[in-house]
C-alpha cells in the first residue's frame, strides 16, 4: 500500500471516529448518502450495474416495471452524483455503456449488508407469518 492510500486510510477511520461521537455528523452523512441514492429505482440500477458494464436495454430488462424515461433520468442522477460513468462509442449505430464509478463500486458493500438484511428480514417475517 502506498504512503498517500495508507494516509487516506488513517483520514476515513478519523473521520469515522468523529463521525460516530456527533449525533449532528452522524445524521450529516446519512443525509449526504440519503441524498445520492433517494429515489425508487437507483438502488436497483446499482445493485444491477454491480454485475458490470450494461447497456440502456439490459438494465431495462433487468430491472421489471422502469420506464425507459424514469431510467433515463435516474442514470442521470447518478452520473451527476459521480456513482454511474456513461461511455459513448463512436460507433454505427452508437454504443452507450454504464458502470459503476470507483466511488459507486464502493457502494457494493453498503448493497452487501442491505441483502444480507434483507434476507434475514423476509426470512423472519415470512417465518413468523407460518
Known amino acids: 500500500m502506498g504512503v498517500i492510500s495508507e494516509v487516506k486510510s488513517v483520514m476515513s477511520v478519523i473521520s469515522e471516529v468523529k463521525v460516530k461521537r456527533c449525533p449532528i455528523a452522524y445524521i450529516l452523512a446519512i443525509k449526504d448518502a440519503i441524498n445520492v441514492m433517494h429515489g425508487k ?18 438494465l431495462e430488462r433487468d430491472i421489471p416495471n422502469i420506464t425507459p424515461r424514469m431510467l433515463s433520468k435516474e442514470l442521470r442522477d447518478l452520473e451527476g452524483n459521480g456513482i454511474v460513468k456513461r ?23 453498503v448493497m452487501d449488508v442491505m441483502v444480507k438484511w434483507g434476507l434475514e428480514h423476509r426470512e423472519n417475517v415470512i417465518g413468523k407469518q407460518e
Not at 94 to 99: G, H, N
Request: charged share 30%; net charge positive; aromatic share 14%.
Open 87 to 109: 461511455t459513448v462509442y463512436d460507433t454505427i449505430p452508437v454504443k452507450v455503456e454504464y458502470e459503476l464509478t470507483e466511488s459507486g463500486r464502493s457502494f457494493e458493500q
Open 41 to 58: 429505482w437507483k438502488l436497483h440500477i446499482i445493485g444491477s450495474l454491480i454485475f458490470g458494464k450494461k447497456r440502456f436495454k439490459e
